[in-house]
């Protein structure tokens, strides 16, 4: 059984900071693109930040310059440092990940979700 487990999420007031992490587990035979989203009441799912597996990067516009994905290969974890937030932030935060598991017979390649982690900023 595969799982992406996420902690950091809270209450921050306008300005301040959080970190984000995702940990994943289970029979995983390697890891791709691992990634962050965001889904704000009313409003779909958008995409935060993604990594590669080879530590390429990319960022939604409205986040670049304040918030950073990272990823550690060894412990199978993503991280989203989040800076200068903003009550727009607002929202479950969601780690994504491109894995491929072990099942008894062969390598398998799927995404996985999160349980999502919630994040609000004050005014």
């Known amino acids: 059984q595969v799982q992406l487990v996420e902690s950091g999420g809270g209450l921050v007031q306008l300005g301040g900071s959080l970190r984000l992490s995702c940990a994943a587990s289970?029979?995983?035979?390697?890891?791709?693109?691992m990634g962050w989203y965001r889904q704000a009441p009313g409003k779909q799912r958008e995409l935060v930040a993604v990594?590669?597996?080879?530590?390429?990067?990319n960022y939604a516009d409205s986040v670049k310059g304040r918030f950073t994905i990272s990823r550690d290969n060894a412990k199978n974890t993503v991280y989203l440092q989040m800076n200068s937030l903003k009550p727009e932030d607002t929202a479950v935060y969601y780690c994504?990940?491109?894995?491929?598991?072990?099942?008894?017979?062969?390598?398998?390649?799927?995404?996985?979700w999160g349980q999502g982690t919630q994040v609000t900023v004050s005014s």
């Open positions: 994504n990940a491109e894995l491929v598991v072990t099942t008894p017979r062969e390598l398998v390649g799927s995404a996985y």
């Open positions: 289970g029979s995983i035979f390697s890891i791709n693109a």
């Open positions: 990594i590669t597996s080879g530590g390429s990067t």
